[in-house]
């Protein structure tokens, strides 16, 4: 029997984080998502997204409070008995909190608090009382929470190769739910029977479908798993260099296939948003090369997709729209886009260099606050009167070329996705010579430690520019393409937007990860294209998203920093392996000799 | 026969503090020449001035019988002088290989457009970087080469740390090194081993050597000349015993009484 | 071995090059457009009751910066960290005030008792402000204490974003009219100059605020712990510092005086919106940078020269530069001012000449 001040000391966190998980639901419910998100149904007609959103918090918070326990000076996982009531504890409370507060709301008076706070509707009440009225709702609200309380700190108390799958699980069940505007049609395509998977009626996962997915999932995740295991037994190099090349060949080659093939089968919706996806790639390369590679923090790389998207436009000819109707700018060619394009990627270097230039020496804070400058600056001009006579003011310009390449016409979506595709093949290529060369090594010293890099030879001013010119030569034809795509150059006031967004899907990527940078974008982009719920609260979630990240794990999704378990073990753990497993052509100090 | 490297009368103050007062000294080709001296003494800023991290107020610094004041740390590291720090400043998450190739940067010059296209020359001259990077690697025997070369630095042990930093000065192909406490936190036969790897420097390589220095051991064992400073300037200078017994040293590592 | 000696063209001093030529090109730039704008014929040219206007209209103007730009400075003092989302900690006051500042118009509280609700508007606003501010440091910001520079800032960027959205999803996309007492409505004629009553109001609270400021870092131990921090936060804390709380207090000073800055704004400009933030963030971060982050006088001093020049500064230069709508400009002359200090000044008017480099 555990004295009360150790039952207390476990208990507390309990209290807090569910404290904390009632807050965050309060938070959504107030913010509007709850309500927003109910209207994607993602399994059956029970299931939606709103729901799980509601189910996150009290999880997540019984998850997060129960701790390993220490047992014997060993980290322990924590007993199951425990686990339940911490579980049971929090979640409990965090449905206490959105009960209270609903209670606090029906006394006052759902109108009088929808004078202020515009998301508590009616439909939110419905939705958080299950439409059993205030009575019943306040009780399921407190019960489910502690329901999903007990689950979440149970969930915490798994071992390892049990929660893994069964997580992966879950999360592949919410993914083939969020895909299911894309999912479907694939299959529609391949021609196989796809009404048990996703319903024809609610677009969602069926229950069937859903199960289906879960089981498959967990039974791979838990063999793959396995194997892993199997293969740590074993020296640190499993499989041949040679293998190991194989297998990566092989994959790239699966996934060129299968990006290739895809818009033909996701039909026209997807390859506008993937379309989308393509253009902020680009945006995201170019921006990885300052801030990934060469560790430049640039909060105004907006400027160049706006210096793309207007060079393009008034190179190949496009026009003024003025109050008197379409006219042509003052400095304009009718070239050929594919002829114009070098031309634009010549001005995003030499801007970017420019806009480099004065500003080198700076520290790396005020260095960002510079670029953010000189973004808002490029934007505030463009949309001015001033420059009117040749960006056109607020209006733009229109009749963008299409880009026409011998009878392909790059507006539609499904053409527009290979052009995007092809410019980002080739970005990605550039991106990852220049990594593994000579001016990359240049560009990671100059970011791991600027000084000494300079003591170590390199010219740190030069490649500095060098970074920006590239990374500005990118980006522009990003802007390009985007022209290309719309067909018109719209400023508007969205130069700040695009700067946050690339920067976010940079960050969430990983800085300097060209995988990383194309799944943020996938994330960041994809998911509000194809989910409307997500695009209204598309820069809640980058917010929230950058905190996050720069909180939990500073390096982003995937990683560019070369780590594997052995790898994060230190000197002396890898010379005693290879003491034990031998390695042919390891040159190993003795034992003795490293002995410290 | 001008001297490689020599220092005249340099002052460095920060705010009120003058971490160097009109510091002279000169460093032959093919010496091995220490430096010692108490905590605070100016030493480290003295290797900041030589390799331009810092400008000095007053005074003339001459590497090859050329002003270098005012050259950017790069410019000087290309003209042949190279250094280790006193707290390792490696480049952590790079590997290990890659940051001794890092030091082979200011000898190529291979570039952006030789990097995407893999032009015969750029392929040639990185093949030259990785091999004359895994040669300065080599230096200090088998510990930094095998599989360890493509292992990111941070886990690497700390004596092996500061035997990359040297790899990587090494790797910039200096005429003049410059160490600053390279055996410091290291146990007595590391010491004793870089101490030979250091006259090896010198015997091997051809490299005139600065070394800043307070094992002893060491000092005796390599140097040709010791430099003794305190308070920013050169109080004694000589071969080891006539610095060591020089009575203004030991005052100023020791106090007056065991002076007297 | 080898060493090479240096090319003759690495060793142009090609910094110092380009740095006078930008130079000399401002200059050029702001003295040919001042002379075209002076010369302007009689009937186009401004006249000297609307250089007035725009001289007195930059100083309440600079006023608020001014007192946004404290928070700016306080927190880069301590934490050498730049709080990008203090822009809305300042819109939080004037958003949280805004419904309070509704429903005594409405029911003409506002109009009996003007003084009353202006003193509860700003005490409403600087509540708000605060539990922000507060949260931010909290949340987002103490975790983060020993990361290298960059990572604070991207987090700061993203709370920026966070909570501007979360006021959008809270209270709504639109735009509100932010009323104001019927007494405030009009202008004095002080010293033959006319200035609306708001702006004097603004300028008086302001000052005040400032003043009080000054007096609390310099006379009281709390303001003496901060000065300290400020110096050196290790050996402060060895003092026996309690280091975080001083950095608690500093977000809460910068949040009341951003809060007093929100409803002083809402009283001049009559809207406020969720993004409303953003614009005077930058504008008083440059105020900050201008004057010497770091330095109290000096977010004082450069918020007002950043208010007149914003008031100015289009008119001057382009008018005459027949740049049209010169006005749309304002923010492209604050941004150049901030950039230009910062190659050439980092340290701002009171701080050092020297650049902080890496």
């Known amino acids: ?533 997500f695009e209204e609260y598309r820069l809640l979630i980058y917010g929230g998203v950058l905190v996050a990240i720069m909180i939990l794990r500073p390096q982003g999704l995937i990683p560019n920093v070369r780590r594997s378990r052995e790898l994060q073990e230190d000197e002396r753990t890898q010379d005693a392996w290879q003491q034990i497993f031998g390695e042919p052509e390891a040159e190993q100090e003795p034992a003795a000799e490293e002995a410290r | 026969m001008t001297p490689l490297l020599e220092v005249v009368g340099i002052t460095k103050h920060f705010g009120g503090l003058y971490a160097l007062a009109g510091l002279d000294l000169h460093v032959d080709e093919g010496e091995i020449v220490s430096v010692i001296g108490p905590n605070g003494a100016g030493k480290s800023t003295l290797f900041n001035v030589v390799t331009g991290l810092y400008e000095p107020d007053e005074g003339e610094v001459r590497f090859q019988a050329e002003s270098i004041v005012g050259f950017r740390p790069n410019q000087i590291t290309k003209l042949g002088v190279a250094r280790t720090f006193q707290n390792v400043h490696l480049f952590p998450n790079m590997t290990v290989l890659e940051n001794a190739m890092v030091g082979q940067h200011c000898r190529t010059r291979s570039g952006v457009f030789g990097a995407i296209f893999q032009t015969p020359s750029t392929r040639r001259e990185e093949q030259l970087i990785r091999e004359r990077a895994k040669a300065a690697l080599g230096f200090f025997g088998p510990r930094l080469t095998g599989y360890r070369q493509e292992q990111p630095a941070f886990v690497l042990s700390y004596a092996n740390r500061r035997r990359l930093e040297m790899a990587r000065a090494l790797a910039t192909d200096p005429k003049l090194i410059l160490l600053d406490e390279p055996t410091a936190g290291m146990n007595p036969r590391e010491t004793l081993e870089l101490r030979d790897h250091i006259v090896r420097m010198r015997d091997e390589l051809g490299l005139t050597v600065l070394v800043i220095e307070h094992d002893m051991r060491v000092v005796k064992g390599v140097s040709d000349r010791v430099i003794a400073c305190d308070y920013g300037r050169k109080i004694a200078e000589g071969t080891y015993e006539e610095v060591a017994t020089d009575p203004q040293v030991i005052e100023a590592y020791l106090g007056t009484k065991a002076a007297g | 071995m080898g060493g090479k000696t240096l090319g003759r063209l690495e060793r142009l001093p090609v910094r110092s090059i380009v740095l006078i030529a930008l130079s000399a090109g401002v200059l050029v730039a702001v003295a040919y457009g001042s002379y075209k704008t002076l010369t302007l014929p009689a009937g186009e040219r401004y006249s000297a009751s609307a250089w007035r206007d725009f001289i007195v209209l930059g100083v309440a103007q600079g006023a608020v910066y001014a007192l946004i730009a404290l928070g700016y400075t306080l927190v880069y003092g301590i934490l050498r960290m730049i709080n990008f989302a203090h822009g809305e900690v300042f819109m939080a006051g004037a958003f949280g005030s805004y419904f309070f500042a509704d429903a005594w118009s409405k029911s003409g509280f506002m109009n009996e008792q003007p003084w009353l609700s202006i003193v509860l508007l700003v005490l409403i606003a600087m509540i708000v402000s605060v539990a922000v501010a507060v949260l931010l440091e909290r949340i987002a910001y103490r975790p983060l204490r020993g990361a290298p520079r960059l990572v604070p800032l991207i987090t700061a960027i993203g709370a920026s974003l966070f909570l501007q959205n979360t006021f959008r999803g809270l209270f709504g996309s639109q735009t509100r009219g932010y009323p104001k007492p019927t007494m405030l409505e009009g202008t004095w004629t002080i010293l033959g100059i006319p200035v609306q009553k708001v702006q004097v109001l603004v300028l008086v609270v302001a000052a005040v605020a400032m003043v009080a400021l000054t007096l609390f870092v310099a006379r009281t131990k709390t303001g003496k712990s901060m000065r300290a921090s400020a110096e050196d936060q290790e050996i402060a804390s060895l003092m026996g510092i309690n280091v975080d709380r001083v950095i608690v207090t500093t977000f809460i000073i910068g949040g009341m005086l951003a809060g007093i800055a929100g409803v002083l704004f809402a009283l001049t400009f009559g809207n406020i919106s969720y993004f409303m933030g953003f614009a005077p963030g930058i504008t008083a971060f440059t105020a900050a940078v201008l004057g010497g982050i770091g330095s109290i006088a000096g977010a004082a001093i450069g918020g007002l020269m950043i208010g007149v020049l914003q008031s100015v500064g289009p008119a001057l230069l382009l008018t005459g530069a027949n740049v049209p709508s010169p006005f749309q400009l304002k923010d492209v002359v604050t941004f150049a001012i901030l950039i230009l200090v910062l190659i050439f000044r980092p340290g701002g008017i009171l701080g050092t000449g020297d650049a902080e480099k890496v």
């Open chain 1, 1 to 533: 029997m555990r004295r009360r001040s150790e039952v207390r000391a476990s208990i507390s966190p309990g209290v807090r984080a569910g404290l904390i998980g009632g807050i965050a639901l309060v938070y959504l419910a107030m913010v509007g998502m709850i309500e927003a998100f109910d209207d994607l149904l993602l399994i059956g007609e029970q299931v939606t997204l709103g729901l799980v959103l509601l189910a996150a918090p009290p999880f997540a918070a019984a998850f997060l409070a129960v701790r390993p326990r220490v047992v014997g000076g060993r980290v322990e996982r924590p007993a199951p008995l425990s686990g339940l009531v911490i579980g049971v504890i929090a979640g409990g409370i965090s449905g206490a909190v959105i009960a209270a507060w609903l209670l606090i709301v029906e006394a006052i008076g759902v109108e009088r608090v929808r004078s202020v706070f515009v998301a508590v509707s009616p439909q939110l009440i419905e939705i958080l009382t299950f439409g059993q009225g205030v009575a019943v709702g306040t009780l399921i609200l407190l019960l489910g929470g502690m329901a999903l309380g007990a689950l979440g700190g149970v969930w915490r108390t798994l071992r390892h190769g049990l929660r893994l799958p069964l997580s992966v699980a879950v999360g592949a069940v919410l993914l083939m739910g969020l895909l299911q505007r894309i999912a479907p049609t694939i299959l529609d395509e391949l021609s196989v029977e796809r009404d048990w998977l996703y319903s024809k009626v609610t677009f969602g996962l069926t229950w069937l479908g859903a199960v289906a997915v879960f089981v498959v999932t967990a039974s791979v995740t838990a063999f793959v798993i396995d194997r892993r295991e199997r293969a740590e037994a074993r020296p640190p190099e499993a499989g041949t260099p040679q293998g190991r090349r194989a297998t990566r060949t092989v994959l790239l080659l699966a996934l060129a296939l299968g990006l290739i093939v895809l818009p033909q089968l996701a039909g026209t919706i997807v390859s506008e948003i993937l379309g989308s996806v393509g253009v902020y790639v680009l945006l995201a390369l170019g921006l990885n090369i300052v801030t990934g590679y060469a560790g430049m923090l640039h909060l105004g790389f907006g400027a160049f997709f706006l210096i793309g998207a207007y060079s393009a436009a008034l190179l190949t000819g496009a026009n003024l729209v003025t109050a008197f109707g379409l006219v042509a700018p003052e400095f304009s060619a009718h070239l050929n886009f594919y002829v114009a394009l070098p031309i634009v990627i010549a001005i995003g270097a030499v801007v970017g260099a420019l806009l480099a230039a004065p500003v080198l020496r700076l520290r790396g804070d005020y260095l960002a606050i510079v670029t953010l400058a000189f973004g808002q600056i490029a934007a505030i001009l463009v949309t001015s009167n001033w420059l009117q006579p040749i960006t056109g003011g607020p209006q733009g310009l229109r009749d963008v070329t299409d880009a026409g390449l011998s009878g392909l016409s790059f507006r539609d979506p499904q053409d527009f996705y290979y052009l995007a595709l092809a410019f980002c093949a080739l970005a990605a290529y550039v991106s990852w010579r220049l990594a593994s060369a000579r001016t990359g090594r240049a560009w990671n010293a100059m970011r791991e430690d600027e000084q000494v890099a300079d003591a170590m030879g390199v010219n740190t001013p030069r490649y500095k520019l060098l970074a920006f010119a590239i990374g500005g030569a990118i980006g522009s034809v990003g802007g390009a393409l985007f022209a290309v795509k719309v067909g018109t150059v719209q400023p508007g006031s969205f130069e700040i937007l695009v700067s946050i967004t690339t920067l976010a899907i940079v960050i969430l990527g990983g800085l300097g990860s060209v995988p990383g940078v194309v799944v943020g974008a996938l994330v960041l982009i994809g998911l509000p294209g194809l989910l409307s719920q």
